[in-house]
């Protein structure tokens, strides 16, 4: 089986010569290697983070098999832009939104914003490792908590109560 490809956007913006290191991206992304079942049937892209570079990363999700969003007041429309674009591009990239603009009731949506594949509620470790196991066997994505598609929300996924068992991305 190839490595399913796996690009990831956490937008920022640049002051002076720094940008703020897309700190949610690394941490489901360490976590998810972490996972060595996960880890060798994916292969995770470096994070979109630069704005002047949108064309480019459009571009670079010709081939991605997943999009993972992060979201947050100050990227929500270039992460939108984004996704909509590589759906064009990419019709078949399943594309998964979360962070903190993501809307927790999500009336209209989907309907709003129909590039978008899935969208995670709460804190996104478990539920993308487990969005992550199900795409590699049969994707069927509805005993998943914490999610929501066009067709279906799930219960929520609970808290993590031990962040000392999730790895740094530092």
């Given amino acids: 089986m190839k490595q399913v490809k796996v690009s990831s956007s956490q937008f920022n913006y640049q002051y002076g010569d720094q940008i703020h290191f897309p700190y949610s991206i690394a941490s489901l992304v360490t976590y998810l290697k972490s996972n060595l079942e996960l880890s060798k049937n994916f292969q995770f892209e470096k994070t979109f983070v630069f704005r002047e570079k949108l064309d480019e990363y459009i571009q670079k999700c010709q081939d991605t098999d997943i999009l993972l969003c992060s979201c947050y007041v100050w990227n929500w429309e270039i992460t939108n832009h984004l996704a909509q674009e590589v759906k064009k591009l990419n019709p078949n990239c399943l594309i998964i939104f979360g962070g903190p603009q993501v809307p927790d009731f999500s009336d209209n949506f989907f309907e709003n914003y129909p590039y978008v594949d899935i969208i995670v509620h709460g804190e996104g470790e478990h539920i993308i490792e487990n969005i992550f196991n199900q795409y590699i066997t049969d994707k069927n994505y509805l005993q998943i908590k914490g999610i929501?598609?066009?067709?279906?929300?799930?219960?929520?996924?609970?808290?993590?109560?031990?962040?000392?068992?999730l790895p740094s991305p530092y």
Avoid: A
Wanted: net charge negative.
């Fill in 148 to 165: 929501e598609t066009k067709d279906f929300r799930t219960e929520p996924q609970p808290r993590i109560n031990d962040l000392d068992s």
